[in-house]
């Protein structure tokens, strides 16, 4: 069994271990939480006992082998890479790092230390994603991408009203983008490469980030239009367009409901069975990993992170998105 450390002790944490229990090649080992209060009452509910308010002594700790890091994203290299260098293997909630430099140096970690490092994006595992890639020759050539994935967050109210939590402060590198907006743009890079050209727009809220946007990425034969948001929701599908039909995709970030459409019209069910839970995948992937030696996913590769991170960087710098993060 490998023992999993745990930084972040919110409602995502909670789905990623029940995915991960559900393959039976995890426990709990080990949570760190910055207040004493909140890592023992995450804990309890693992039956897990070893709890930390020190990263230092967290990362050296000898009650776990693997950790999964689910804190805000302007923390996730420091974190990544002192637990690197004490011998554990990282599983990073996505977008890996606040820039490309940080994910770099992560990376760099991991080879160092000759221990797993993947970003904990769960699209690209779940088994309609193989789906997707098996029609794309029915529907080839490709000429264009329609990515949308509009989610409003519980938080927005209470910004509205005057309080700024986590998800929109620009001190934590969030927003829409970075949130939502990396589900849109990782497959894609995963699928096709770096593209040639990025262009994106926002509408930028009074705390720092972005609220909503768009990110356009032109490969040259095709392009990628790619919706997200934070403060809106959408009932719109997502869809990849080609001369001999297309493919409509309900729900982007878990691959659910593919429908094949011929150019005359015909409709056909091509979605496959998969969990409900749809973490499960990146989990089980993350474990035969571990098991098998190797420091990269060969489905998360270290390009696809530096690619996606490269698209991010140069999306925010259209709109005008600055993290502290940049400026170390």
């Known amino acids: 069994m490998i023992r999993l450390g745990i930084i972040g002790t919110n409602w995502i944490t909670d789905r990623f271990l029940d995915a991960a229990l559900q393959t039976k090649q995890y426990t709990v080992g080990a949570v760190y939480s910055r207040t004493t209060e909140k890592a023992k009452a995450?804990?309890?509910?693992?039956?897990?006992?070893?709890?930390?308010?020190?990263?230092?002594?967290?990362?050296?700790?000898?009650?776990?082998?693997?950790?999964?890091?689910?804190?805000?994203?302007?923390?996730?290299?420091?974190?990544?890479?002192?637990?690197l260098?004490?011998?554990?293997?990282?599983?990073?909630?996505?977008?890996?790092?606040?820039?490309?430099?940080?994910?770099?140096?992560?990376?760099?970690?991991?080879?160092?230390?000759?221990?797993?490092?993947?970003?904990?994006?769960?699209?690209?595992?779940?088994?309609?994603?193989?789906?997707?890639?098996?029609?794309?020759?029915?529907?080839?050539?490709?000429?264009?991408?329609?990515?949308?994935?509009?989610?409003?967050?519980?938080?927005?109210?209470?910004?509205?009203?005057?309080?700024i939590l986590n998800a929109f402060k620009p001190d934590l590198s969030n927003?829409?983008?970075?949130?939502?907006?990396?589900?849109?743009?990782?497959?894609?890079?995963?699928?096709?490469?770096?593209?040639?050209?990025?262009?994106?727009?926002?509408h930028m809220l009074a705390s720092g980030v972005d609220g909503a946007g768009t990110v356009l990425l032109d490969y040259g034969d095709f392009q990628a239009d790619l919706m997200f948001s934070k403060i809106t929701n959408s009932g719109l599908a997502s869809e990849v367009q080609g001369e001999n039909g297309s493919i409509v995709i309900k729900k982007w970030s878990d691959m659910l409901g593919l429908t094949l459409i011929d150019k005359e019209g015909n409709e056909s069910d091509i979605s496959v069975d998969q969990r409900t839970n749809s973490m499960y995948y990146e989990a089980d992937h993350f474990a035969a990993l571990i098991k098998a030696g190797e420091i990269e996913s060969n489905v998360n590769r270290f390009e696809v992170s530096l690619q996606t991170m490269d698209v991010l960087d140069t999306a925010r710098a259209k709109i005008g998105l600055v993290f502290p993060s940049d400026k170390k």
Not at 44 to 61: H, I, L, R, W
Not at 72 to 81: G, R, S, V, W
Not at 97 to 121: D, P
Not at 146 to 160: A, H, I, L, T
């Open 42 to 83: 995450f804990a309890e509910k693992y039956d897990c006992d070893v709890t930390y308010t020190d990263m230092e002594g967290f990362s050296q700790s000898k009650a776990f082998d693997a950790v999964y890091i689910a804190s805000p994203t302007a923390l996730h290299a420091e974190q990544a890479i002192m637990c």
């Open 85 to 163: 260098q004490g011998k554990k293997h990282v599983l990073v909630e996505k977008p890996m790092a606040s820039n490309q430099r940080e994910v770099q140096a992560m990376i760099e970690a991991a080879k160092t230390n000759n221990v797993t490092l993947m970003e904990a994006m769960k699209t690209t595992h779940v088994p309609n994603f193989e789906q997707l890639k098996e029609m794309f020759d029915a529907i080839a050539p490709i000429r264009r991408i329609v990515g949308n994935f509009c989610q409003y967050s519980s938080r927005y109210d209470r910004y509205k009203e005057g309080e």
């Open 175 to 202: 927003g829409s983008l970075m949130d939502i907006g990396v589900y849109t743009i990782y497959p894609i890079v995963q699928l096709f490469g770096a593209p040639k050209r990025v262009e994106a727009a926002a």
